[in-house]
């Protein structure tokens, strides 16, 4: 990108050239900057205390006390007071590690996605990618349909019982697994009724493995939520990583073996199913010892008594996912295959930068489930981290979007790069989206958050249907953009409740946040146990 905007400046004064290079530069060195903070922090150790002069004790009744002898240490230095970033950082430190460690993981899967993404428009057809990139839309909504809200409900759990841990884990893979399996083959047979196939995966190889597909990902979102919830979110990075690796290899190996399949989206697809295998059977192989809180027998009595939160969680779940999930499958069935094998590039690369505010806001959960007091703090910091991290993309997207896109194939450009650039516009609501769902689950307020997420839902799809039903994929997406703008106007207070620590009930307890007169009083009370 630098290079050939400095050569669009140089040889033919393209200004816009060095400006687009130029964004892209400032892009990456805020990533880099915070990627390098991240494992700055997550790798450092903490000085050895400094050793101290013994006092003097006495050596018995009425004897002379004994003198230590003399310390050669020095007087340790007075601590300095640390500044705002760094006392930001003190505070805040399993928040930014544990999201810090999220974003490093996803960004180096989305690194490999690009490139997956980029072999894959240079092998095939627009018509065969479209077709595939909608099955593996509809591939994720399913596994999350069929994950029942487990994963969810495993992220808020694991820090606060670990006697049944294990067993509620593997309940919920089995589950998800089997769920996913029976919803994909649901979604086959209404194929066959209504006119919303998706090419040659209709076929008989080509079902069998969109039905893997299905179960598989179900199962490992599941998986990669309950290593998160239990703060081993080096085990789930490292399993997406062999993820976006195996596939781009399985991709790359093509051409040996693409015959073999019964249509070429049908050939995209499998490399995405045996890239899920490859990456379980590693993480098993791998972290055996790491992995006592997953490894059980599956005990489905420990799910009845937490049933209505499962479904809770599982409602919320689908109503925040599923426009960004299905948006692909409507291009593909609202306007063509091609459209959309342009527009899902696009819509890949703004998802990447999703990742942030999803792990930012994962993470608040997991830490705001453990501590509900200090979610106002957490909150701050996260939604702060967000809105900068979004004007970034959003420059991005509106400067480079053409020359992104065009390190696909050039007609991708042409497709969709005005989608792209409104595109861009999407990440701050959708982060407010995120940290809403998280501030609903830690209050216990999931059925009213899935109904007004729901909403919101229906407004997105609805906004995309009626913007796209000319064929014209950038009324598709100022449709989609102005539902997401509905939707963020009705979660907005609750979000401005929460930044002020507003008062709030979970299970009969008063989690509102300490003010610091309460904080005071509490440090200066003496304590009974003590007798002072």
């Keep these: 990108a630098v290079a050939r905007g400095v050569a669009d400046l140089v040889l033919r004064g393209d200004v816009g050239g060095s400006a687009r290079a130029g964004a892209v530069v400032a892009g990456l060195a805020a990533t880099v900057a915070g990627f390098a903070l991240g494992l700055l922090g997550a790798f450092r150790t903490p000085r050895p205390a400094e050793p101290v002069d013994t006092p003097a004790r006495p050596t018995g009744d009425g004897a002379k006390p004994t003198e230590a002898p003399p310390s050669t240490a020095t007087t340790p230095p007075r601590a300095r007071t640390p500044n705002r970033f760094t006392a930001a950082w003190l505070t805040h430190r399993v928040l930014f590690e544990n999201a810090g460690l999220l974003a490093m993981g996803t960004g180096t899967s989305a690194a490999l996605g690009f490139v997956y993404w980029w072999l894959a428009a240079r092998t095939f057809p627009p018509a065969a990618i479209g077709y595939a990139a909608a099955a593996i839309s509809l591939m994720n909504f399913i596994g999350h349909l069929g994950e029942v809200g487990f ?105 040996l073996w693409i015959g073999m399949a019964s249509s070429l989206e049908t050939g995209i697809l499998s490399t995405w199913i045996a890239g899920q295998i490859v990456s379980i059977l590693l993480l098993a192989a791998t972290a055996r010892r790491s992995l006592p809180d997953v490894v059980a027998r599956p005990d489905f009595a420990v799910v009845r008594p937490r049933f209505a939160e499962v479904l809770g969680h599982h409602g919320l779940n689908l109503a925040s996912l599923a426009p960004g999930l299905l948006l692909p499958f409507v291009v593909t069935i609202s306007i063509a295959a091609t459209t959309n094998a342009a527009f899902y590039a696009a819509w890949t690369l703004v998802n990447v930068a999703y990742l942030v505010p999803a792990a930012l806001a994962t993470v608040v959960y997991a830490v705001g489930s453990k501590n509900p007091g200090e979610l106002s703090a957490k909150l701050r910091a996260s939604l702060g981290t967000s809105a900068g991290f979004a004007v970034i993309v959003a420059v991005i997207c509106i400067f480079a979007g053409d020359f992104v896109l065009s390190m696909f194939t050039p007609l991708y450009a042409v497709i969709a790069g005005r989608s792209f650039a409104l595109l861009g516009l999407s990440v701050l609501p959708i982060a407010l989206k995120y940290h809403y769902v998280s501030i609903q689950r830690i209050r216990g307020r999931m059925t009213t958050a899935g109904l007004l997420v729901a909403v919101g839902a229906g407004l997105e799809l609805g906004g995309a249907i009626i913007g796209g039903r000319r064929g014209d994929l950038q009324g598709l997406t100022i449709g989609w953009l102005a539902g997401l703008a509905i939707e963020v106007a009705l979660i907005l207070p609750v979000i401005v409740d929460a930044l002020r620590g507003e008062p709030f009930m979970v299970g009969g307890a008063d989690f509102s946040e300490p003010s610091a007169l309460q904080i005071a009083r509490a440090t200066l009370t003496p304590s009974s146990e003590d007798g002072r």
């Design 151 to 255: 994963g969810a409900l495993l992220l808020g759990e694991n820090g606060r019982g670990r006697d049944r841990r294990a067993p509620l884990i593997s309940t919920g893979l089995t589950i998800a697994f089997a769920a996913s399996a029976m919803f994909g083959l649901a979604y086959l047979g209404v194929a066959t009724l209504l006119p919303i196939g998706l090419g040659g995966l209709g076929l008989a190889f080509g079902s069998a493995v969109f039905v893997l597909g299905c179960a598989f990902t179900g199962f490992t979102l599941v998986l990669d939520q309950a290593l998160v919830g239990l703060l081993r979110s080096r085990l789930q990075v490292s399993r997406n990583v062999s993820f976006a690796v195996s596939k781009l290899v399985f991709l790359a190996a093509a051409p």
